[in-house]
């Protein structure tokens, strides 16, 4: 199985991400981050606005329109209302990443077995597969950042360029822009830069000038074009909206400098092979490509100090540093895969044994514990899960059967395929952890405005998560002189029921319905709202 994966690298990256990602890609909640994207997208279909983008009918310019203009497509073609369908895209471009680390391994002459391991590691690292529905612009603006590298690599070591390399790393970068702005420039391909020139320079500077300039005018056409756009028609939006994410930028979610340095633990799985490939006095003479490996190493620092020097930092923004670090690891597997057998120290081989076992015990416990924690639950059925269970218990004991044959290589597959069946057929596991008996979903409330004949406001603010399950617009409420309807509802966050106090007896205000859109006992008060009809006292006397 291992010489046909190898023989056909492509299909095999592409085979399994669409194995791992695709199963079950709608069995995670909602998150605040997608509820804006997939609103927004709901809105581009619905209401035509594919280039002034809104939420809720409100201008949203935020972040550019590309991974959105691609959920919409996405929707419309596999159902709008459909959490698959707008996930699809942030799934493909995992795929797609997983490719351009291949070939990008490729290019720098590392082999076919050892630019699948790259590859296979960046798409098993935890946060890649995270930020699916933690954020899903980010994994759009790496990808293409990454794919902008490959081709401009071509640009700076060949003698002569060729034009079509120019032009898909200025497209590709430009499509990273339109993503979300400056981040993969400034985060992945900024550092490359930087890197890269310092190991290996330029070859024929001067006579690459033209080339350079002829990339930046691609890059700056294509990624600056939306925002062109939006400056052109609704610059007082685009610019308040700017100077609120700059000013977020210093003074929100502030972190220390430190923050971001225990970096590898993103990787998961990884995390051990992740640190002792960094640990360049150990494993520096143990590998052949040393320029390559100082190279890799370099790129991950620069990112780091790049990331660390900005004051808002959020564990998601790491994503760009797992991208070399998935090349530099794959040093470290490499020469497992090669000289394990012939290493002398027992320390050293003892780690390694530990770090398989660990992963081969846990793949066999999985199973006996799942069924022990919700062996009560009504909606664990475990005829459902018995195929997982079988697979996770068939590859713990290869786990096994592997590191008992010193085979480091099936032992490192089983590994991948442990983190898939985990992502594949596992996730359904977090349905049953939807215990919340308080949970009232918002999709009732369109059935309450038609039997009362009501038309729908909210006070302050609203959940993005609530607008995206009421598949619709609600109006904000600003004073109840300004509402010319006889009755109103209005959703009032728990937090904010004071305002009630606030109608004059003029009004007469009956609860209808709380609405509760914590899937989990934890509840966040965000997204509890309860809803309340208003009426004009005359009303009734009419």
């Known amino acids: 199985m291992i010489k046909l994966i190898e023989k056909y690298p492509i299909a095999s990256i592409v085979i399994f991400g669409l194995l791992m990602l695709l199963p079950n890609l709608d069995a995670m909640v909602l998150t605040i981050m997608e509820a804006r994207d997939y609103v927004t997208a709901h809105e581009m279909v619905v209401d035509g606005h594919w280039l002034q983008t809104t939420m809720n009918g409100i201008a949203r310019y935020e972040k550019p329109p590309l991974p959105t203009w691609l959920s919409a497509f996405s929707g419309m073609l596999f159902g709008i209302h459909s959490l698959f369908a707008l996930r699809l895209p942030a799934a493909l471009m995992i795929v797609f990443s997983g490719i351009f680390t291949y070939k990008l391994s490729i290019k720098f002459n590392f082999s076919v077995e050892r630019s699948l391991i790259n590859s296979f590691i960046l798409l098993t690292s935890f946060y890649v597969i995270a930020i699916i529905i ?147 006095p150990y494993l520096k003479k143990k590998v052949k490509q040393q320029k390559e490996y100082k190279f890799t190493i370099l790129w991950i620092l620069a990112t780091l100090i790049l990331l660390s020097i900005v004051p808002e930092k959020k564990s998601r923004y790491l994503v760009p540093i797992l991208f070399p670090l998935a090349l530099n690891t794959g040093f470290y597997l490499e020469y497992l895969l090669k000289s394990f057998t012939s290493i002398k120290s027992t320390l050293e081989k003892s780690v390694v044994y530990f770090n398989f076992i660990v992963f081969g015990a846990i793949a066999i416990i999985i199973p006996f514990g799942i069924s022990f924690i919700f062996y009560n639950s009504p909606n664990f059925d475990f005829l459902t899960f018995l195929p997982f269970f079988l697979l996770l218990i068939f590859v713990g004991f290869n786990l096994f059967k592997s590191l008992f044959n010193k085979n480091i290589k099936k ?22 952890l939807n215990n919340n008996p308080s949970y009232n979903g918002i999709s009732s409330l369109h059935q309450i405005e038609h039997n009362y004949h009501l038309k729908s406001y909210f006070y302050k603010e609203i959940a993005p998560e609530l607008l995206w399950y009421y598949q619709g617009k609600i109006e904000k409420f600003k004073s109840i002189k300004s509402v010319k309807n006889d009755s109103i509802g209005l959703l009032i966050n728990v937090d904010d029921s004071n305002i009630l106090k606030n109608f004059s007896t003029d009004y007469k205000v009956v609860k209808l319905k709380d609405f509760n859109a914590n899937y989990f006992k934890k509840e966040r008060n965000r997204l509890k709202f309860d809803y309340y009809l208003i009426t004009k006292n005359n009303y009734f006397n009419n």
């Open 134 to 280: 933690e954020a899903p612009w980010d994994i759009f603006t790496h990808g293409f950042t990454l794919a902008s590298i490959y081709y401009f690599i071509d640009i700076l070591k060949d003698d002569k360029v060729a034009l079509k390399n120019v032009i898909w790393s200025g497209l590709f970068l430009g499509f990273s822009f339109l993503s979300k702005g400056p981040i993969g420039f400034y985060a992945l391909f900024l550092p490359f830069l930087f890197s890269y020139i310092y190991f290996f320079g330029i070859k024929n500077a001067k006579a690459k000038i033209k080339y350079l300039l002829a990339f930046l005018i691609i890059f700056i056409l294509i990624g600056g074009s939306w925002h062109l756009f939006i400056e052109v028609v609704d610059s007082s939006r685009l610019n308040e909206i700017t100077e609120h994410e700059a000013e977020n930028w210093e003074s929100y979610n502030v972190r220390p400098f430190y923050y971001y340095w225990s970096f590898v633990i993103q990787s998961g799985i990884w995390t051990f092979f992740s640190l002792v490939a960094l640990w360049y």
């Open 411 to 432: 032992a490192f597959y089983f590994k991948i395929i442990f983190m898939g069946l985990i992502v594949s057929l596992g996730l359904p596991i977090v349905k049953l």
